[in-house]
Nanobody, 124 residues
């Protein structure tokens, strides 16, 4: 079980960059996969990217490939989402999530721990 706090969201022009951070406060020695999801107004929450417990494997949605990079720093218990070439359609609340797993789950129902989200707004 972990507590997650996202930060780094904000307002950026199309083509710009942002880096989101997710700080984890871990209360067990379980292994966790970490992921970013996003939810735009009136839309379902969708997968963006995930990273396994070791930080050695990642997965990303097609919309993120080539633009977004997920990474982790286990010493700092922090997961990042570096976003480049942002588009207006990237506007959403971005959520950090954790799942007890040795693998790399991407299904939203596999994640039991969620942060409160951070708003990303991309202007055109």
């Amino acid at each position: 079980q972990v507590q997650l706090v996202e930060s780094g969201g904000g307002l950026v022009q199309a083509g710009g960059s942002l880096r989101l951070s997710c700080a984890a406060s871990e209360r067990s020695n379980s292994r966790y996969a970490m992921a970013w999801f996003r939810q735009a107004p009136g839309q379902a929450r969708e997968f963006v990217a995930a990273i396994d417990y070791s930080g050695s494997r990642t997965a990303s949605a097609d919309s993120a490939k080539g633009r977004f990079t997920i990474s982790s720093d286990n010493a700092k218990a922090t997961v990042y989402l570096q976003m480049h070439r942002l588009k207006p359609e990237d506007t959403a609340v971005y959520y950090c999530a954790a799942a007890r797993s040795d693998g790399l789950p991407i299904g939203i129902n596999l994640y039991d721990n969620w942060g409160q989200g951070t708003q990303v707004t991309v202007s055109s």
